[in-house]
């Protein structure tokens, strides 16, 4: 069975950070590019960043320089570091797994973990 479980997410004032982690199951993770993706309320779903095969990264405009996204195949696990978080950062964050390279489309999703930055 593939599993994606997302955690870390939490309640942190404007400018504090968070460290999101992906956990892998029931494929070949090495294989995969992973994604986060969020939504917040009343808006559309929105890429946030993707690491490939390779450890290429890729970022949205509005977390560069802010997120760092990185990878652990002997664990199975992905990382996202969030720092200067605004509040506009506010979603649940989801990662999702493609077999590509990042270019879509995300195959598994996991469900998702709440981010809320207070202003």
């Known amino acids: 069975e593939v599993q994606l479980v997302e955690s870390g997410g939490g309640l942190v004032q404007a400018g504090g950070s968070l460290r999101l982690s992906c956990a892998a199951s029931?494929?070949?993770?090495?294989?995969?590019?992973i994604g986060w993706f969020r939504q917040a309320p009343g808006k559309e779903r929105e890429g946030v960043s993707c690491?490939?095969?390779?450890?290429?990264?890729y970022y949205t405009n509005s977390v560069k320089g802010r997120f760092t996204i990185s990878r652990d195949n002997a664990k199975n696990t992905m990382s996202l570091l969030m720092n200067s978080l605004e509040a506009e950062d506010t979603a649940v964050y989801y990662c999702?797994?493609?077999?590509?390279?990042?270019?879509?489309?995300?195959?598994?999703w996991g469900q998702g973990t709440q981010v809320t930055v207070s202003s």
């Open positions: 999702a797994a493609d077999r590509g390279d990042c270019m879509g489309p995300f195959e598994f």
């Open positions: 690491i490939n095969s390779t450890d290429s990264t």
């Open positions: 029931g494929f070949t993770f090495d294989d995969y590019a």
